[in-house]
């Protein structure tokens, strides 16, 4: 299984941005499809975003589509989420999440395997 480890959370005012990374060890990272997804206090964890093997397939939930980026660079092993014009409901522990496979697209139905520990993000109105 590769490792996942979370970065960039914070406190931010809505309208604001953040950029969350996930360093992946331990697999060869252009094996994997990476996904974002995030979970809220009483909620399931739902998906956020997607992107394949090669960078060339990416897909959003319509709630963060237009606002947030998915995007991951294979020689640092590494994807980033750039998270723009955030408001109080994208509250939630992020969490990036590793499907191994070269798939020409991916979404939130790829088997996720591999979890990284989650970080906070925390948007005040």
């Known amino acids: 299984q590769v490792q996942l480890v979370e970065s960039g959370g914070g406190l931010v005012q809505a309208g604001g941005s953040l950029r969350l990374s996930c360093a992946a060890s331990?697999?060869?990272?252009?094996?994997?499809?990476m996904g974002w997804f995030r979970q809220a206090p009483g909620k399931e964890r739902e998906f956020v975003a997607a992107?394949?093997?090669?960078?060339?397939?990416?897909n959003y939930a319509d709630s963060v589509k237009g606002r947030f980026t998915i995007s991951r660079d294979n020689t640092a092993n590494t994807v980033i989420l750039q998270m723009n014009g955030l408001k109080p409901q994208d509250t939630a522990v992020y969490y990036c999440a590793a499907a191994l496979g070269r798939f020409s697209s991916v979404d939130a139905s790829a088997r996720y395997r591999s979890w990284g520990q989650g970080t906070q993000v925390t948007v005040s109105s």
């Open positions: 331990g697999r060869t990272f252009s094996n994997y499809a």
């Open positions: 992107i394949n093997w090669s960078g060339g397939s990416t």
